[in-house]
């Protein structure tokens, strides 16, 4: 697998992973039915990295600063694997990259804000690379089957 930043080609299939992730209601905070005009403006403005199996891509991460200014040595990273190829450990692959990604731009430490709760393997995934939940927020997540529910802040020095 090659993790490589997107190019304008990849627009379409970053586009149908983003379509698919959020489609379940139940691990990202964009409404299920958001259209391209949010996915421009919340994933493609940040220059994608996307994670290329046997020519196609099959996942997508961005990496930003948490906050502005004063907090801008923090990052912040997103990540969404197509659901046709979850299980196959390219999560774990682009997040690995993606610390040392955030290394390079000069980031101190990783942040993630809201870690749906109930999604089990993405917080089995961040503690197993080292991430750590600094926080809960209760009923923070209106989580499409299971109404509202807790999310976590794991955080992480690079």
Do not use: C
């Amino acid at each position: 697998m090659e993790i490589r930043k997107s190019s304008p080609q990849d627009e379409s299939a970053i586009w149908e992973i983003f379509r698919k992730v959020i489609a379940t209601g139940d691990t990202y905070v964009f409404a299920p039915d958001s259209g391209i005009e949010v996915f421009l403006e919340h994933w493609m403005r940040y220059e994608p990295m996307v994670a290329v199996q046997d020519a196609e891509v099959v996942g997508t991460y961005i990496v930003k600063p948490n906050q502005l200014a004063l907090g801008s040595h923090v990052a912040n990273g997103s990540y969404m694997v197509h659901p046709d190829h979850q299980g196959k450990e390219i999560g774990k692959e682009m997040g690995l990259h993606s610390l040392d990604h955030a290394r390079i731009l000069g980031f101190k430490a990783m942040q993630f804000n809201h870690v749906v709760s109930t999604n089990q393997a993405a917080v089995k995934l961040w503690k197993k690379i080292g991430f750590r939940i600094v926080g809960t927020t209760p009923k923070a997540f209106d989580h499409s089957q299971l109404g509202l529910v807790d999310t976590h802040i794991m955080y992480r020095e690079l």
